[in-house]
């Protein structure tokens, strides 16, 4: 029998958070509707890169229905950062550059908001764009890294000469790398591309803004970093930040998109010019158009092993494909390198990092922050390695693996706990490593391939971000408690998973845990949810706050039973004496009596705490899994995926299996289907839709997937456990690019894997 | 960059010569409402204006699907999944079944009709390429006359058919099959329910092992879909031999004048006509027994 | 005919008499008029299944029928699962087996399941997959859903309701 009551039980989601989504009551951002609401709309840019000369709002104003038409003239000429000025990368002590303004007087992509209105319905508004002049100057674009890098290319921004938004080196460089690459017996190198990917949340982009007559502001929003953005907004509206609501409603859907800052500020400025509550819904092609994508990177890799296989110098550089504006670019490049170069134990390490502008969409953050990206490169460095060296994979890896103790992927704090060697070679006996890859035969048409990959991810960015959360919980008179967050529910179904943390410290059912969450005004401050984070950092706020609740019940359980606290224990919302059960009282009679004290002694039993992490528990895994390329058509069926994670001990492996199960679909896209186009003369994204851009279906899932936890606790995590979230898919695109290799024995060194792209390098192959 | 569709003005005719009337008084400005899967997504995106609809959905007795001895009739307002549950489809017609059956979403089979689906002329269509290899007939209204023409002249370019201003068509006409008839199609797709990069449909009449007949249809790799007469010209006459049929496929390839856009490059269309042709045949000889 | 004219239609069991445009759309109609914003809205090209609602009986694109050629049918949307505030099987089972992320196209999922069991009560796992391939999810990787509608076929059957 387990020694917990709700940790490591599978959970469905909480009532409160579950039911409302299948009986359709649910309300997501595009759903929030309040009396007198107007529409907002936004004009953007039809040019990649233009000055505005004249805008000529008049005719638009006199449209009937129009309550507002709002140009850079009408907002405040503040510069800020999509991705939030002051999410400061702790290590290597940047800021992140605001470089945008709310409506912009010169287009830096199609799509660049240039003006907004504000009618009384969706029809009016659009007549009313249409009614708005502009008189555009068209400058010369830039669309890839290596047209921004040309020393005649277009400047984008003023402040960034030669287009780089950022150049930075790798800051935990160690050793010298030149040294090690002389001292290794094989040496690797290669460069690759990764792509963009989007985000596709099925929900359209959306915020509704309303300006109370006090000048509060409410915001309803779904972003998924409510404090920051709450911080963000107030800068740009010169506002005390306690003059700002954020309300998250529902979240359909995120993956790393919303972490940042889209139409809140136009629908803010047009709620402040109209006195009206004003909301924006985004068309889905003005989302795969104007939204973050994951960057693109084209990463080169020089890798030196000795024979036995140990890797002793590793040197990266990458060119981050940013878009019109850093963005989460501005993160998410530099910290592909330290993923890359963390990974493995290596004594000799160096790199770089090129954030290039370019007038294309701004590209940012996706599930995984970088480490899909450096995935893809590194495990296929790694396969590479290991067949120049002669020694399998699955070995090259094991050699290789950090252990606990020493530092982490993203800087010097030690690992907290890692079982990545455990996860691999599980993970190789369940899908039958040896035994397939001896018997392969590399003839006929259909031909299979066996690929790997290993992984570490994080459970909160800690030491480069700030990881603050906090929470509270107070006990109600009938013995369940309120438990007070704010980590935005993109639909992990966190809120089980923290009222199993919460139920387990105070012995009641999660079900008595009432969540209150949903506003910066109601909770105390959360960064949010993103990497991976939010069971182990809200989890440990959650898990103090929920000791000192304890802690107080205990204490006023002793006074009215007369026994010391430490003899006390609660257990299925009951407090007793440990050595005689049947000696106790209900946390409902204590919590009642203690609210409504008749000797004048109340108070309401409760705990709050902040949570401020300062360690690093990396989650780690391997990724197996078999393909199937028809080398006619090149197509590429995904059979099977064998997943070992470690993330610490598993809180809800219902919701942990439901990431991973989502992380291999979106793994698989970014692998074999996903494409953002963008039109190499217009600056046009041409995969706009999902009609044009592909994401999994059902049919594209394997129709095997074994997913293994090894379920041992992190000394650190809330009751053991570790971030999974993200690193659901980090290793699916890495391993499947090595399973095609395995297959076909060409590489592919840019994905998406297409069939047209595979003929192509079989082709290429055949000629020699 | 809109969420909504434009006004327009709404038509609802209760016969065929009601509507086939709205459209000549109307002409270019109007469209014919079907299934409206595809004519009002277009609209949404703004890729065409249109000043009015002439929805034909309560027009009576164009809902239907019947087998007799003229072969197969399919009425302008029958679904695609009605065609799908049709028992005298799958049995029958398996060609066209195949066709629908792999157009993998059931709401776009529910609204969408087999004639609209003809009638958008995109050169992707399953459900065209199938039938042009069955060799279907069009049976099209108009304000004083009724006619009809085989499916394969009535495409005129991309989305650009025959019909006249104040046509409409009102149904198909399925031939019935020889005896010995075998048909196959293939499709190659990013994902599962996305239109075609390239697809293939064959029918041939097989008589004593000899390939007495056969009609290849090519959809995704020009600008209206085509068949493959030279291909078909290789293999009319043999025993469908291996040589023959490599033959055939690699000409079905010469024939197509394929593009490169967002699903596929026009080299991979070319090269895989030639793979899809061969395979649709190879999967012919074996359903037939044919060896070698 | 241009401009407003009145309507009826039956959603969830409930007549109703509707203003509407001719370029109206169903999801509009629903969201917006009838305040029924559990069908949600994507895509709007045909693609994503997310605004499904059964037209009698039938999974349909609300985001591309047109309300007016669906007067007088019979419209469920997902406010109409639940009976009496018990939920329907396939909406416990969507819960219980995890099938539900974020959320969105759930509703659109349980229709569609709804119509599929309706059509057939006694899906094998293939005839699953090709029923609610028309609907995208971007969270689940689909094999809850399918584990759940699979689950609920067979206590449907073992019930003979869809309500417990």
Same mark, same amino acid.
């Given at each position: 029998?387990?020694?917990?009551?709700?940790?490591?039980?599978?959970?469905?989601?909480?009532?409160?958070?579950?039911? *409302?989504?299948?009986?359709?009551?649910?309300?997501?951002?595009?759903?929030?509707?309040?009396?007198?609401?107007?529409?907002?709309?936004?004009?953007?840019?039809?040019?990649?890169?233009?000055?505005?000369?004249?805008?000529?709002?008049?005719?638009?104003?006199?449209?009937?229905?129009?309550?507002?038409?709002?140009?850079?003239?009408?907002?405040?000429?503040?510069?800020?950062?999509?991705?939030?000025?002051?999410?400061?990368?702790?290590?290597?002590?940047?800021?992140?550059?605001?470089?945008?303004?709310?409506?912009?007087?010169?287009?830096?992509?199609?799509?660049?908001?240039?003006?907004?209105?504000?009618?009384?319905?969706?029809?009016?508004?659009?007549?009313?764009?249409?009614?708005?002049?502009?008189?555009?100057?068209?400058? *010369?674009?830039?669309?890839?890294?290596?047209?921004?890098?040309?020393?005649?290319?277009?400047?984008?921004?003023?402040?960034?000469?030669?287009?780089?938004?950022?150049?930075?080196? =790798?800051?935990?460089?160690?050793?010298?790398?030149e040294?090690?690459?002389?001292?290794?017996?094989?040496?690797?190198?290669?460069?690759?591309?990764?792509?963009?990917?989007?985000?596709?949340?099925?929900?359209?982009?959306?915020?509704?803004? =309303?300006?109370?007559?006090?000048?509060?502001?409410?915001?309803w929003?779904?972003?998924?970093l409510?404090?920051?953005?709450?911080?963000?907004?107030?800068?740009i509206f010169?506002?005390?930040?306690?003059?700002?609501?954020?309300?998250?409603?529902?979240?359909?859907?995120?993956?790393?998109?919303?972490?940042?800052?889209?139409c809140?500020?136009?629908?803010?400025?047009?709620?402040?010019?109209?006195?009206?509550?004003?909301?924006i819904?985004?068309?889905?092609e003005?989302?795969?158009?104007?939204?973050?994508?994951?960057?693109?990177?084209?990463?080169?890799?020089?890798?030196?092993?000795?024979?036995?296989?140990?890797?002793?110098?590793?040197?990266?550089?990458?060119?981050?494909?940013?878009g019109?504006?850093?963005?989460?670019?501005?993160?998410?490049?530099?910290?592909?390198l330290m993923?890359?170069?963390?990974?493995?134990?290596?004594p000799?390490?160096? &790199?770089?990092?090129?954030?290039?502008?370019?007038?294309?969409?701004?590209?940012?953050?996706?599930?995984?922050? !970088?480490?899909?990206?450096?995935?893809?490169?590194?495990?296929?460095?790694?396969?590479?390695?290991?067949?120049?060296?002669?020694?399998?994979?699955?070995?090259?890896?094991?050699?290789?693996?950090?252990?606990?103790?020493?530092?982490?992927?993203?800087?010097?704090?030690?690992?907290?706990?890692?079982?990545?060697?455990?996860?691999?070679r599980?993970g190789?006996?369940r899908?039958?490593?040896?035994?397939?890859?001896?018997?392969?035969?590399q003839?006929?048409?259909?031909?299979?391939?066996?690929?790997?990959a290993?992984?570490?991810?994080?459970? &909160?960015?800690?030491?480069?971000?700030?990881?603050?959360?906090?929470?509270?919980?107070?006990?109600?008179?009938?013995?369940?408690?309120?438990?007070?967050?704010?980590?935005?529910?993109?639909?992990?179904?966190?809120?089980?998973?923290?009222?199993?943390?919460?139920?387990?410290?105070l012995?009641?059912?999660?079900?008595?845990?009432h969540?209150?969450?949903?506003?910066?005004?109601?909770?105390?401050?959360d960064?949010?949810?993103?990497a991976?984070?939010?069971?182990?950092?809200?989890?440990?706020?959650?898990?103090?706050?929920?000791?000192?609740?304890?802690?107080?019940?205990?204490?006023?359980?002793?006074?009215?039973? !007369?026994?010391?606290?430490?003899?006390?224990?609660?257990?299925?919302?009951?407090?007793?004496?440990?050595?005689?059960?049947?000696? !106790?009282?209900?946390?409902?009679?204590?919590?009642?009596?203690?609210?409504?004290?008749?000797k004048?002694?109340?108070?309401?039993?409760?705990?709050?705490?902040?949570?401020?992490?300062?360690?690093?528990?990396?989650?780690?895994?391997?990724?197996?899994?078999?393909?199937?390329?028809?080398?006619?058509? !090149?197509?590429?069926?995904?059979?099977?995926?064998?997943?070992?994670?470690?993330?610490?001990?598993?809180?809800?492996?219902?919701?942990?299996?439901?990431?991973?199960?989502?992380?291999?679909?979106?793994?698989?896209? =970014?692998?074999?289907?996903?494409?953002?186009?963008?039109?190499?003369?217009?600056?046009?994204?041409?995969?706009?839709?999902?009609?044009t851009y592909?994401?999994?279906?059902?049919?594209?899932?394997?129709?095997?997937?074994?997913?293994?936890?090894?379920?041992?606790?992190? *000394?650190? &995590?809330?009751?053991?456990?570790?971030?999974?979230?993200?690193?659901?898919?980090?290793?699916?695109?890495?391993?499947?690019?090595?399973?095609?290799?395995?297959?076909?024995?060409?590489?592919?060194?840019?994905?998406?894997?297409?069939?047209?792209?595979?003929?192509?390098?079989?082709?290429?192959?055949?000629?020699? | 960059?809109?969420?909504?569709?434009?006004?327009?003005?709404?038509?609802?005719?209760?016969?065929?010569?009601?509507?086939?009337?709205?459209?000549?008084?109307?002409?270019?400005?109007?469209?014919?409402?079907?299934?409206?899967?595809?004519?009002?997504?277009?609209?949404?995106?703004?890729?065409?204006?249109?000043?009015?609809?002439?929805?034909?959905q309560?027009?009576?007795?164009?809902?239907?699907?019947?087998?007799?001895s003229?072969?197969?009739?399919? /009425?302008?307002?029958?679904?695609?999944?009605?065609?799908?549950?049709?028992?005298?489809?799958?049995?029958?017609?398996?060609?066209?079944?195949?066709?629908?059956?792999?157009?993998?979403?059931?709401?776009?089979?529910?609204?969408?009709?087999?004639v609209?689906?003809?009638?958008?002329?995109?050169?992707?269509?399953?459900?065209?390429?199938?039938?042009?290899?069955?060799?279907?007939?069009?049976?099209?209204?108009?304000?004083?006359?009724?006619?009809?023409?085989?499916?394969?002249?009535?495409?005129?370019?991309?989305?650009r058919?025959?019909?006249?201003?104040?046509?409409?068509?009102?149904?198909?006409?399925?031939?019935?099959l020889?005896?010995?008839?075998?048909?196959?199609?293939?499709?190659?797709?990013?994902?599962?329910?996305?239109?075609?990069?390239?697809?293939?449909?064959?029918?041939?009449?097989?008589?004593? /092992?000899?390939?007495?007949?056969?009609?290849?249809?090519?959809?995704?790799?020009?600008?209206?879909?085509?068949?493959?007469?030279?291909?078909?010209?290789?293999?009319?006459?043999?025993?469908?031999?291996?040589?023959?049929?490599?033959?055939?496929?690699?000409?079905?390839?010469?024939?197509?004048?394929?593009i490169?856009?967002i699903r596929?490059?026009?080299?991979?269309?070319?090269?895989?006509?030639?793979?899809?042709?061969?395979?649709?045949?190879?999967?012919?000889?074996?359903?037939?027994?044919?060896?070698? | 005919?241009?401009?407003?004219?009145?309507?009826?239609l039956?959603?969830?069991?409930?007549?109703?008499?509707?203003?509407?445009?001719?370029h109206?759309?169903?999801?509009?109609v629903?969201?917006?008029?009838?305040?029924l914003?559990?069908?949600?809205?994507? @895509?709007?090209?045909?693609?994503?299944?997310?605004?499904?609602?059964l037209?009698?009986?039938?999974?349909?694109?609300s985001?591309?029928?047109?309300?007016?050629?669906?007067?007088?049918?019979?419209?469920?949307?997902?406010?109409?699962?639940?009976?009496?505030?018990k939920?329907?099987?396939?909406q416990?089972?969507?819960?219980?087996?995890?099938?539900?992320?974020?959320?969105?196209?759930?509703?659109?999922?349980?229709?569609?399941?709804?119509?599929?069991?309706?059509?057939?009560?006694?899906?094998?796992?293939?005839?699953?997959?090709?029923?609610?391939?028309?609907?995208?999810?971007? @969270?689940?990787?689909?094999?809850?859903?399918?584990?759940?509608?699979?689950?609920?076929?067979e206590?449907?059957?073992?019930?003979?309701?869809?309500?417990?």
């Open positions: 029998m387990s020694e917990f009551s709700w940790v490591g039980k599978p959970h469905p989601p909480l009532k409160m958070e579950g039911v *409302p989504k299948v009986t359709g009551e649910a309300i997501y951002t595009v759903d929030v509707k309040l009396p007198g609401m107007l529409v907002g709309k936004i004009l953007r840019s039809p040019h990649p890169h233009a000055k505005i000369l004249r805008i000529d709002k008049s005719k638009a104003e006199r449209l009937p229905g129009v309550k507002a038409v709002l140009t850079f003239e009408d907002i405040p000429k503040v510069k800020y950062a999509s991705s939030f000025r002051d999410m400061p990368m702790a290590t290597s002590g940047t800021l992140q550059p605001p470089d945008q303004y709310v409506l912009t007087d010169k287009a830096r992509y199609v799509g660049d908001p240039v003006a907004a209105v504000a009618a009384v319905d969706e029809y009016v508004a659009e007549e009313a764009l249409k009614l708005i002049e502009v008189e555009y100057e068209p400058l *010369p674009a830039v669309f890839t890294i290596d047209d921004a890098l040309k020393p005649d290319a277009p400047q984008i921004h003023d402040h960034a000469k030669g287009n780089i938004a950022a150049h930075v080196k =790798y800051p935990f460089a160690q050793g010298d790398v040294k090690g690459f002389a001292e290794a017996d094989c040496v690797v190198e290669g460069t690759f591309f990764v792509p963009r990917q989007v985000g596709a949340h099925l929900e359209p982009q959306a915020c509704t803004a =309303y300006v109370d007559p006090t000048g509060k502001v409410t915001v929003s779904p972003c998924q409510t404090f920051p953005l709450r911080r963000e907004l107030a800068k010169s506002l005390p930040e306690g003059m700002i609501n954020v309300v998250t409603p529902f979240v359909g859907g995120s993956f790393g998109t919303r972490l940042s800052l889209y809140e500020p136009i629908a803010i400025a047009l709620a402040m010019k109209t006195g009206k509550p004003v909301k819904v985004h068309s889905k003005e989302d795969f158009s104007t939204l973050e994508t994951r960057t693109a990177d084209r990463v080169t890799v020089k890798a030196g092993f000795k024979k036995d296989g140990t890797l002793i110098a590793m040197q990266m550089k990458v060119y981050t494909w940013a019109a504006y850093a963005a989460r670019a501005y993160l998410a490049g530099p910290i592909l993923w890359g170069l963390g990974h493995y134990r290596c000799n390490t160096d &790199g770089e990092c090129f954030v290039v502008y370019t007038n294309t969409t701004p590209a940012g953050a996706m599930r995984g922050y !970088g480490n899909p990206e450096a995935s893809t490169v590194v495990e296929q460095i790694m396969d590479m390695a290991a067949e120049k060296l002669g020694i399998d994979p699955v070995e090259l890896r094991l050699k290789n693996v950090k252990k606990a103790g020493e530092p982490s992927n993203l800087g010097p704090c030690p690992i907290e706990s890692t079982y990545e060697d455990e996860c691999i599980i190789a006996e899908i039958g490593w040896w035994e397939k890859r001896k018997l392969k035969k003839e006929g048409v259909k031909r299979r391939g066996l690929g790997m290993a992984m570490m991810h994080c459970s &909160g960015a800690w030491p480069l971000l700030i990881e603050h959360s906090s929470a509270m919980i107070k006990f109600n008179e009938d013995g369940s408690v309120n438990m007070i967050i704010n980590p935005a529910f993109p639909g992990t179904h966190c809120w089980t998973t923290l009222a199993q943390i919460a139920a387990e410290e012995g009641i059912s999660p079900e008595d845990v969540v209150v969450t949903g506003s910066t005004d109601t909770a105390m401050f960064l949010g949810s993103h991976s984070r939010t069971t182990y950092v809200t989890g440990n706020a959650v898990l103090e706050a929920a000791r000192e609740a304890k802690r107080q019940l205990l204490e006023r359980a002793s006074k009215m039973l !007369g026994v010391s606290p430490e003899e006390l224990t609660v257990k299925d919302g009951r407090v007793f004496v440990k050595a005689d059960p049947s000696k !106790g009282l209900t946390i409902g009679e204590i919590a009642r009596s203690t609210i409504w004290d008749l004048g002694e109340s108070f309401n039993i409760s705990g709050k705490a902040s949570w401020s992490s300062r360690y690093s528990s990396p989650p780690t895994g391997a990724y197996f899994t078999e393909v199937e390329v028809d080398t006619e058509t !090149g197509e590429v069926k995904v059979l099977k995926f064998v997943v070992v994670i470690d993330c610490g001990r598993v809180i809800n492996p219902m919701t942990v299996e439901g990431q991973i199960q989502g992380g291999i679909s979106q793994g698989i896209g =970014y692998a074999l289907y996903e494409d953002y186009v963008i039109n190499k003369k217009t600056g046009v994204v041409e995969s706009d839709n999902f009609n592909r994401i999994a279906t059902n049919y594209e899932m394997p129709e095997e997937i074994e997913i293994i936890f090894i379920n041992k606790p992190d *000394p650190k &995590g809330p009751f053991g456990a570790k971030g999974v979230g993200e690193p659901a898919m980090v290793g699916v695109a890495a391993a499947i690019a090595n399973a095609v290799y395995d297959a076909i024995g060409v590489r592919l060194r840019e994905l998406p894997i297409t069939p047209e792209k595979i003929l192509k390098a079989l082709k290429e192959k055949e000629k020699g | 960059m809109v969420r909504v569709l434009t006004p327009f003005e709404y038509f609802e005719p209760k016969t065929v010569e009601e509507a086939s009337n709205l459209l000549r008084d109307y002409g270019e400005k109007v469209r014919v409402l079907a299934g409206g899967v595809d004519l009002l997504a277009r609209i949404r995106r703004r890729e065409i204006q249109v000043e009015g609809l002439v929805c034909i309560r027009i009576p007795g164009l809902d239907y699907v019947r087998q007799d003229e072969g197969l009739k399919i /009425g302008a307002l029958t679904t695609l999944r009605t065609l799908e549950r049709s028992q005298e489809v799958r049995e029958n017609y398996r060609l066209l079944f195949d066709a629908i059956h792999s157009i993998h979403s059931i709401q776009v089979k529910n609204m969408g009709t087999a609209g689906n003809l009638c958008i002329a995109t050169p992707a269509s399953d459900v065209a390429v199938s039938l042009l290899a069955l060799d279907a007939q069009m049976k099209i209204a108009g304000p004083s006359s009724e006619r009809s023409m085989p499916l394969e002249n009535f495409y005129l370019g991309v989305k058919t025959a019909l006249q201003p104040g046509e409409l068509v009102t149904g198909i006409l399925v031939p019935p020889p005896k010995g008839s075998f048909g196959a199609f293939m499709k190659l797709v990013r994902t599962a329910t996305d239109i075609a990069k390239v697809n293939v449909a064959v029918r041939a009449t097989l008589r004593n /092992g000899g390939c007495e007949e056969v009609r290849i249809a090519l959809g995704s790799v020009a600008p209206t879909i085509v068949r493959a007469r030279k291909a078909e010209e290789a293999l009319r006459g043999t025993r469908l031999e291996r040589e023959a049929v490599v033959e055939a496929a690699e000409r079905a390839a010469e024939e197509v004048n394929p490169t856009d596929s490059t026009a080299e991979y269309r070319r090269e895989m006509v030639k793979v899809l042709t061969r395979r649709a045949v190879e999967k012919i000889k074996v359903e037939a027994g044919v060896k070698g | 005919m241009r401009g407003k004219q009145v309507i009826k039956t959603v969830n069991g409930e007549p109703y008499e509707v203003e509407v445009e001719p109206m759309t169903l999801l509009e629903l969201r917006d008029k009838l305040n914003t559990g069908t949600k809205g994507s @895509c709007g090209v045909g693609e994503c299944g997310t605004c499904t609602v037209v009698d009986g039938k999974p349909f694109l985001c591309l029928t047109l309300a007016i050629t669906v007067r007088d049918k019979n419209i469920l949307t997902i406010e109409g699962l639940a009976r009496d505030k939920l329907h099987i396939l416990k089972a969507f819960l219980e087996h995890g099938a539900v992320q974020c959320g969105f196209c759930t509703p659109a999922m349980l229709l569609t399941a709804k119509a599929l069991l309706d059509e057939n009560p006694n899906p094998t796992r293939e005839e699953i997959r090709e029923y609610i391939s028309g609907v995208l999810c971007r @969270c689940t990787g689909y094999v809850k859903i399918i584990e759940a509608i699979m689950s609920a076929a206590e449907i059957r073992r019930r003979g309701s869809e309500y417990e």
